[in-house]
């Protein structure tokens, strides 16, 4: 099956600092990526939607500013926590859709992000 | 936004027991799908179940859809301790894809 890829699994900051997490599609090309946040023990909160070649959709709630993604390549997109805060401390996941019309979504692992 | 609403929020069994796991929805759909987390880790897709299906069938998974109720029902038969992880619902819109709060299933040896 397709595979989806993300760097770093887990990385710690200090408040203020700018954090990138790199989602990739390994074995096939996303012109489309999705970028959630899930906070511990909840459910996963879809942030933006990642097209490539133009600008992200931002979910409501959800700053452009402070969560920058640029979608560079097929099989690359970035999510960048701009002056990370405690409060962006979270699991951050991305997605990619599998064949058209099947509906299916493949994950990656996870970024888990601490902001101290 | 979340559209499905899973219940229970967390279920405990033994194992050999059966764990079925309810998700609603609130809006038209395209199709629903069941993931399963471990803790800290990414989603793994279990099965998908089109609108116009009412039943499907993967190993020892079952799904039911009732589109006249916008539910979904989860059974895993015969669990094992290894079944232990988060199930969620996920409905589409379009590419798009929302979650439900999840089933946290915990599956005692």
């Known amino acids: 099956g397709a595979v989806v890829s993300q760097h770093p699994s887990w990385v710690i900051c200090k408040s203020g600092t700018s954090v990138k997490i790199e989602c990739r599609s390994l074995?096939?090309?996303?012109?489309?990526m999705f970028w959630y946040r899930q906070f511990p023990k909840q459910s996963l909160m879809l942030m933006a939607t990642?097209?490539?070649?133009?600008?992200?959709?931002?979910e409501q709630g959800v700053e452009k500013d402070k969560f920058l993604i640029n979608h560079a390549s097929l099989t690359l997109s970035t999510l960048t926590v701009t002056s990370a805060h405690p409060e962006d401390s979270s699991f951050y996941i991305c997605?990619?859709?599998?064949?058209?019309?099947?509906?299916?979504?493949?994950f990656g692992p996870g970024t888990r992000l601490t902001v101290l | 936004s979340q559209q499905g609403e899973e219940d229970p929020q967390a279920l405990s069994i033994q194992e050999g027991e059966n764990a079925t796991m309810n998700c609603s929805y609130k809006?038209?759909?395209?199709?629903l799908q069941w993931y399963r987390q471990n803790s800290g880790r990414g989603l793994v897709h279990l099965i998908l179940?089109?609108?116009?299906?009412r039943e499907k069938h993967s190993g020892r998974l079952r799904v039911t859809l009732d589109t006249s109720k916008k539910s979904s029902s989860l059974l895993i038969t015969a669990s094992r301790a290894a079944d232990t992880a988060s199930y969620f619902c996920?409905?589409?819109?379009?590419?798009?894809?929302?979650f439900g709060a999840g089933t946290r299933l915990t599956v005692k040896p």
């Open positions: 997605s990619a859709p599998g064949l058209a019309g099947f509906g299916e979504q493949f």
């Open positions: 074995d096939f090309q996303a012109t489309t």
């Open positions: 990642s097209n490539e070649g133009s600008k992200a959709t931002y």
């Open positions: 809006t038209s759909i395209n199709n």
């Open positions: 179940i089109r609108s116009n299906e």
């Open positions: 996920a409905t589409d819109e379009g590419h798009d894809m929302r």
